[in-house]
């Protein structure tokens, strides 16, 4: 059974094509500057990258194109599109409604509808992913959403609420949702298989550090708390995005300014984080590379950042009463040796003990603390697109 799934973006759309049987991943591809000058396709199959620049005026052209370059020419890897039993969408905001993934009908789409105003910048074209792919390969061809937030919906209500009136929670669902789900539901459930033990049995602290990143405690298999909350714009520092500021900050920013709100969120969302404080790179190679170089603000990011990773993570063992293992994972957590150092060292008292030469490797599920460390140090490379299409198999078998 082949398996799509899709990754809608405004303007771009990612796709991936698996064929369930040995979990296979057979192309996988970018649509990008859908609805602007200069867009193209770049698709990846047997070993290579065949790139080519393409009218995309919209997501369901973006769809099309995407299906010619899957079934003609070199980069084929299937003879046609009904070859396709099933398409998941990665959809981020399913707001209270979703604490599962599911299969897409006209009640879902208009629920996902209400949930729009929550994440205006990605639900929009997350639906418009799932019209376009209505639309290519018809009504016959199952599709079920997946979302970023739906393994947080487990939190207790002491872990979701913001301390303000009780009317703004009731009239307009303002609370902790959290994001990145698919990636912790995903790293955690390996980290227990790879320790050999059931999810059940298992206190685990998920550490996401990518563009984006985000903390979770993740007791028994359930997410008990996260760092993101209403938005991705909080919890850690980001490539670009602030994380946990003072709110008092915002308002006094606002009246120093007079910045309207979407300048503001602009502001809290593209110009801060790693950029904002280094005024160099939102990329963490670039800072790291910056900071050896002796970049003062290069080294200050790169001190915040797993001060503020050991902050959370700190918080989450007291907020379960303990823990098993830490996992990192995403661009950061599993390459950079040097942060997961910087933020499990001086943690000797919680038991972790980092092994350095364990700590080097790279590219594979393993973990780098010592024999005799109390807590399992873990990186397990996350896996959205195939857990994507394991849910989505197992909704349509
Ligand atoms: P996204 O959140 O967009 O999926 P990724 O998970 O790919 O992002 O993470 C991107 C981040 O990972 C960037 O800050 C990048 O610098 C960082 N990263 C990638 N490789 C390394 C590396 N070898 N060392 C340090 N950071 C790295």
């Not at 298989?193 to 990143?213: A, M, Q, R, W, Y």
Request: charged letters at 25%; glycine letters at 10%.
């Amino acid at each position: 059974m082949k398996i799509l799934v899709i990754n809608c973006g405004s303007s771009s759309l990612k796709y991936q094509l698996v064929d369930m049987n040995g979990e296979v991943v057979l192309c996988k591809g970018l649509c990008d500057r859908i609805g602007i000058d200069g867009s193209s396709i770049t698709h990846k199959a047997h070993g290579k990258e065949f790139k080519k620049e393409v009218a995309l005026p919209d997501h369901s052209e973006a769809f099309s194109q995407m299906v010619a370059v899957m079934t003609e020419g070199e980069g084929a890897v299937v003879a046609d599109k009904s070859e396709i039993t099933a398409v998941g969408h990665r959809v981020v905001h399913g707001g209270e409604k979703f604490s599962a993934s599911t299969i897409v009908t006209d009640e879902v789409i208009a629920t996902l509808e209400e949930c729009s105003p929550l994440a205006p910048l990605h639900n929009p074209p997350n639906l418009q992913g799932l019209q376009s792919a209505r639309q290519v390969f018809g009504d016959k061809v199952p599709q079920v959403a997946v979302f970023d937030t739906a393994f947080h919906q487990t939190m207790p209500a002491k872990a979701y609420m913001y301390a303000v009136p009780y009317e703004y929670y009731e009239k307009y669902a303002i609370r902790r949702y959290g994001f990145h789900g698919t990636s912790h539901r995903y790293v955690s459930a390996r980290a227990a298989e790879f320790l050999g033990k059931k999810p059940e049995d298992l206190k685990i602290v998920t550490c996401h550090l990518g563009n984006g990143s985000s903390i979770a405690a993740v007791n028994g298999g359930k997410s008990v708390d996260t760092s993101m909350g209403l938005t991705p714009v909080a919890g850690l520092i980001m490539g670009t995005r602030t994380g946990d500021v003072d709110p008092g900050v915002i308002c006094y920013m606002n009246d120093l300014t007079g910045k309207s709100g979407g300048d503001m969120s602009n502001i809290l969302n593209k110009q801060s984080g790693f950029l904002g404080v280094s005024g160099l790179s939102s990329d963490a190679r670039d800072l790291e590379s910056a900071a050896a170089d002796g970049n003062a603000r290069a080294q200050l990011v790169m001190e915040m950042l797993p001060y503020q990773i050991k902050k959370f993570v700190g918080s989450y063992i007291a907020a379960m009463n303990g823990v098993d293992a830490v996992v990192f994972t995403g661009g950061i957590g599993e390459n950079s040796s040097s942060v997961r150092a910087n933020v499990c060292k001086e943690m000797e008292f919680l038991g972790m003990k980092v092994d350095d030469e364990k700590n080097k490797k790279r590219g594979e599920d393993f973990d780098f603390s010592t024999d005799d460390s109390k807590v399992r140090l873990l990186v397990i490379p996350t896996d959205e697109e195939l857990m994507i299409a394991r849910d989505t198999l197992e909704l349509v078998k």
